[in-house]
């Protein structure tokens, strides 16, 4: 059996230090964070235990559903009816079913039977296929026309990739579609789930399971370096200590790994340099009145500066309002500039827009966290750039949230990734992946 360094203590690293652990390797979890969980991870929010960056799931989410089951807290999963809206210049209208875009008054007849019919076909579609090699915008065209795209899709995209967003890969899109298009009760109910206790109740059962067999957990260790001779892992450094090892699991963001491993092939360097991200300011609101009925919110409103909030509690109830403000964003704009309350402010005062009942004493609580790197970006053909998980490197295999695309991040994809890369130590990844 092996001595297997997992380093990074999100789903993505848990999962593969609980399924390496459960195969009889020893194996420690190294995290820079003084808390598990990664984007996942919970923080005291006035009071209450939430996940800093929102989570939900989808019925397609397999990979966590059977990892709860095999944990002992698949009992912990929670079923809810939720509804979507879209905020349009000015008005709050349903979204999200056919009747909702029926109803719609922006778009005309023929344009809405497009776009259900693209929908439609979004969640029935198996597989990206020639969706790889075009961008979203070149696909929601040929569907449903320029003027739609301009209408509805433009404002959504240029909030979160500014100046990249005419080139972001329509396979990107499509599993999002297709991810939550598919989660439903029936055809005109969406129904999305939650974990009991918030995304913690997994993160522990984790935890737990990775200690009960033998593993290790280590919180506030930063790798700095994964030490290679002779083409082989030999440990990892943490200051001035090396901790030796037969394999490394790397679960960190792909823009540093060339510093974490410098004896990589300049090649494979390159190719983790050329993977853009873009970050988050992820904004949360405990509010004594609700925003919407909705769950999720997408706005096209030229004085709304925002492309949508999550209203958490409409999922998982709670004894307050709990919504999240994403401002996804590069990190080179004016956006990523402005402190967190600038942000919070300019957040409250388009939530008042959108629900003018609301008003400042609503306001209970409000916090922020930023993420550098949060969102890959995926450009027509991305799936051609991802290095393989394995490296020319024996013992060592690299993996991040844009190694599971066109899928986009979540826990389950996550999930997935790490239990194949703890499944592959012992057999190719610790013998060594061909250049």
């Known amino acids: ?84 809206g879209f905020h349009f210049r000015g008005r709050l209208y349903d979204w999200g079913n056919p009747f909702a875009l029926l109803a719609f008054p922006h778009m005309s007849f023929a344009e809405k039977l497009r776009y259900g019919l693209m929908m439609f076909l979004a969640t029935k579609r198996r597989a990206a296929g020639s969706l790889e090699n075009i961008s979203t915008k070149e696909w929601i065209q040929a569907w449903c026309g320029p003027r739609v795209y301009d209408a509805l899709w433009r404002p959504l995209f240029d909030l979160k990739f500014y ?6 890969s329509a396979a990107w899109l499509w599993t999002r579609l297709k991810r939550v298009g598919t989660s439903r009760r029936s055809l005109l109910q969406e129904e999305l789930g939650y974990i009991d206790g918030g995304s913690e109740t997994l993160v522990r059962a984790l ?20 030490v290679v001779e002779n083409g082989r892992v030999i440990g990892v450094r943490l200051g001035g200590d090396l901790s030796s090892c037969d394999a490394v699991i790397s679960t960190v963001p792909t823009p540093l790994v060339s510093k974490l491993i410098p004896a990589l092939p300049q090649e494979l360097k390159d190719s983790y340099q050329a993977i853009k991200n873009i970050g988050v300011v992820c904004l949360i609101f405990k509010l ?24 958490f509690s409409n ?14 964003t590069p990190i080179d704009t004016p956006v990523w ?17 959108i629900n003018p009942s609301l008003s400042d004493a609503d306001r209970i609580a409000a916090t922020a966290g930023r993420l550098l790197h949060a969102q890959p970006v995926c450009p027509p053909g991305f799936g051609a750039r991802i290095p393989k998980i394995e490296t020319p490197i024996v013992g060592l295999q690299v993996a991040d949230t844009c190694f599971y695309y066109p899928e ?28």
């Open 408 to 435: 986009d991040r979540g826990i389950s994809e996550s999930v997935r990734i790490g239990k194949e890369m703890a499944e592959a130590v012992g057999g190719p990844a610790l013998g060594g992946a061909k250049p």
């Open 288 to 311: 004594a009145r609700s925003v919407t009925p909705n769950f999720w919110v997408n706005v096209s409103d030229p004085s709304i500066k925002i492309p949508g909030f999550v209203e």
């Open 1 to 84: 059996m092996a001595k297997v360094a997992v380093i990074g203590a999100g789903a993505m690293g848990l999962a593969a230090a609980y399924h390496a652990a459960k195969a009889g390797h020893c194996v420690t979890v190294y995290e820079a964070d003084k808390v598990a969980g990664g984007m996942a991870a919970h923080f005291d929010f006035d009071g209450l235990s939430i996940e800093r960056y929102y989570h939900f799931v989808c019925k397609s989410d397999h990979a966590t559903a059977e990892l709860m089951d095999e944990l002992g807290i698949g009992d912990k999963m929670r079923w809810v009816a939720t509804k979507m």
């Open 315 to 328: 999922l998982r109830a709670l004894e307050n309002v709990i919504v999240y403000v994403p401002y996804y």
């Open 207 to 226: 935890v737990e399971a990775i200690q009960a067999r033998g593993g290790a957990l280590r919180l506030g260790a930063r790798v700095d370096e994964v």
């Open 337 to 353: 500039s402005k402190s967190n309350q600038e942000l919070l402010d300019e957040a409250f005062g388009y939530l008042k827009k």
């Open 163 to 168: 100046g990249l967003a005419e080139n972001i």
